[in-house]
Nanobody
Framework: QVQLVESGGGSVQAGGSLRLSCVAS????????LAWFRQAPGKEREGVAS???????IYANSLKGRFTISQDNAKNTVYLQMNSLKTEDTAVYYC???????RGQGTQVTVS
């Protein structure tokens, strides 16, 4: 079992920045990849970025250049740095394991 806990969400004005954190615990050695997804009210779930254990990353094309995914292996933590935030970035952001059915509780990001 793996537990994923997100934090760092909040309210920010357009143009601002936030950094989300996802701390993994449990059988973290089983994880090859972690990803961030988001879901806005009334919209479909959307992939934001993923980061594999080898350091390779994939981003949604629309978010390249504004969002950066990174990790601190010593802390079992994956980060999502979000810059130049737009109102359309408002959503609940979830941390998920790429290869397993593990998902955090989500953290709300509101951009006004």
């Amino acid at each position: 079992q793996v537990q994923l806990v997100e934090s760092g969400g909040g309210s920010v004005q357009a143009g601002g920045s936030l950094r989300l954190s996802c701390v993994a615990s449990g059988k973290v050695y089983s994880l090859n990849c972690l990803a961030w997804f988001r879901q806005a009210p009334g919209k479909e779930r959307e992939g934001v970025a993923s980061l594999a254990s080898d350091g390779s990353s994939i981003y949604a094309n629309s978010l390249k250049g504004r969002f950066t995914i990174s990790q601190d292996n010593a802390k079992n933590t994956v980060y999502l740095q979000m810059n130049s935030l737009k109102t359309e970035d408002t959503a609940v952001y979830y941390c998920e394991a790429c290869d397993f059915d593990y998902r955090g509780q989500g953290t709300q990001v509101t951009v006004s």
